[in-house]
């Protein structure tokens, strides 16, 4: 027999109000460790029952083997039968084991609480309150009182249904920010290019006035003798460098209202993050105009490649999908900034330079998806630090992030893995690699307008 006394028992419980999350298995809850040889008489059951009102069953062991389990129930059960208490009370377990035994649901002590109570539920009408058999890591056993696994499955359902209502009101919050930020955006880009419409409109007849100035003063120079203070003035003025260099600053000027202007569009673009329909769009302008909005984050450390294949229009929500880019680029650049930190300038410059790869093709179905005959993979890759791979699964998690406090709100990848699965019925996939980099690839379903102006597309040209 197994025991710590002077009893062929052993007791061990745990805390009877355990901190409980989602992902709570057996081994949290308390356990009751009593065991006895099969070989001991049946009245060793009787008084351990007797001492512990609340025991819910008996451990049955061979030599240190599991044989089965003896619950308080059904040893009352047969016990309050005629005859019973004399003709087994006396005896082994065995004998009374040999007409109680029944099916025994026994459990590694790492099953969820969750899947264990379904299992629980799942058995014979007769067996529904038969204590389970809990087994340890180490081959040790313990029962667990099916109400108690029940109590503790209705507490993880219960913060279940909390974290849905916290997610789902982050998701409001965040989709009205988004909202928000895009209306304001689009206001901001609407009283930029105002202006900058003007002065770029403008920028052309300066230019023409300012050629024509100089070719009026050049007729001056010719006909008009030249005086010691008209050269006086024009030494003073340099007049000549003033010549050369005043095209050159409305060149300058040309280039920067265009790139401004360049901005405000992409800004405008990117602005229809709470549109309710779908649109035709050029991925490509969307993915330029989110690198557009981060240059100032890229800079000139960061190297980004193109790789733009032969795309048609897709159908999408594009302020969205350019929302999606935006997440996933931002998570590159600052893996690529960490690694960047963490390595001397030296090895960066000669052995390691960041950099951001981007590429789109035409693909086939992913298995199993035939709700399209083509599709469309938009690859994002970096050669950052990677992720490791217990991060890896949790990657699309709402509000997990590796981030420090302050920085990262687990909340985007979480709805860009929603945007581009449940908006567009799509796919985002993930592979990383520590210490080589990660790759985000998003698939996305070709309308079958798209597939028909695609296949069109070499007739048109030709045309």
Not at 179 to 202: C, D, Q
Request: aromatic share 6%; charged share 20%.
């Amino acid at each position: 027999m197994v025991s710590s006394s002077e009893y062929p028992t052993q007791l061990a419980t745990r805390a009877s109000h355990p901190e409980l999350t989602l992902e709570s298995t057996l081994e949290v809850l308390p356990l009751y460790e009593h065991q006895i040889e099969i070989s001991c008489p049946g009245e060793e059951v009787s008084k351990l029952f007797a001492e512990d009102p609340i025991l819910p069953g008996i451990i049955l062991i061979d030599r240190g083997k599991l044989v089965g389990m003896l619950s308080r129930r059904r040893f009352m059960e047969h016990m309050s039968r005629p005859y019973a208490l004399e003709l087994f009370l006396k005896r082994s377990l065995a004998v009374l084991y040999s007409f109680l035994e029944t099916e025994v649901l026994v459990l590694p002590d790492d099953t969820p609480i969750v899947q264990a109570a379904r299992q629980s539920l799942q058995r014979q009408s007769e067996l529904l309150y038969e204590p389970i058999v809990v087994q340890s890591k180490s081959q040790r056993y313990g029962l667990v009182d099916v109400h108690k696994l029940l109590v503790a499955q209705s507490q993880i359902h219960e913060l279940a249904k909390q974290l849905i209502n916290e997610q789902t009101q982050a998701q409001l919050i965040q989709t009205e920010k988004m909202a928000l930020l895009g209306r304001t955006i689009a206001s901001v880009a609407h009283e930029i290019l105002n202006p900058i419409n003007f002065v770029s409109g403008n920028l052309d007849y300066l230019s023409n006035y300012i050629r024509d100035l100089f070719q009026v003063l050049s007729v001056y120079e010719q006909e008009v003798l030249s005086s010691a203070k008209v050269d006086a003035v024009k030494e003073e003025t340099s007049f000549d460098f003033l010549r050369q260099d005043l095209p050159r600053l409305i060149d300058s000027l040309k280039l920067g209202s265009e790139r401004l202007r360049g901005v405000a569009e992409s800004l405008r673009n990117f602005s229809h993050m709470d549109e309710s329909k779908r649109r035709f769009a050029n991925l490509h302008d969307c993915i330029d105009n989110t690198l557009m909005i981060l240059n100032s984050r890229i800079k000139r450390e960061i190297q980004v490649i193109r790789h733009y294949g032969n795309l048609p229009l897709v159908s999408c929500y594009s302020g969205q999908l350019s929302q999606v880019f935006m997440n996933i680029i931002s998570n590159a650049v600052d893996a690529l900034s960490e690694k960047a930190a963490a390595q001397p300038s030296r090895a960066m410059s000669q052995s390691w330079h960041p950099q951001i790869e981007l590429t789109t093709a035409l693909c086939q179905p992913p298995t199993g998806e035939t709700n399209a005959s083509e599709w469309v993979s938009i690859k994002i890759t970096d050669n950052g630090p990677g992720i490791p791979p217990e991060i890896q699964e949790r990657i699309f998690e709402i509000f997990f992030t590796t981030k420090p406090v302050g920085k990262g709100t687990g909340l985007g990848l979480a709805i860009s893995h929603q945007i581009v699965t449940e908006k567009h019925s799509g796919k985002l996939n993930l592979k990383s690699q520590p210490g080589v980099g990660t790759e985000f690839e998003i698939l996305l379903p070709l309308s079958q307008r798209s597939q028909d102006e695609e296949k069109l597309r070499p007739a048109l040209q030709e045309g």
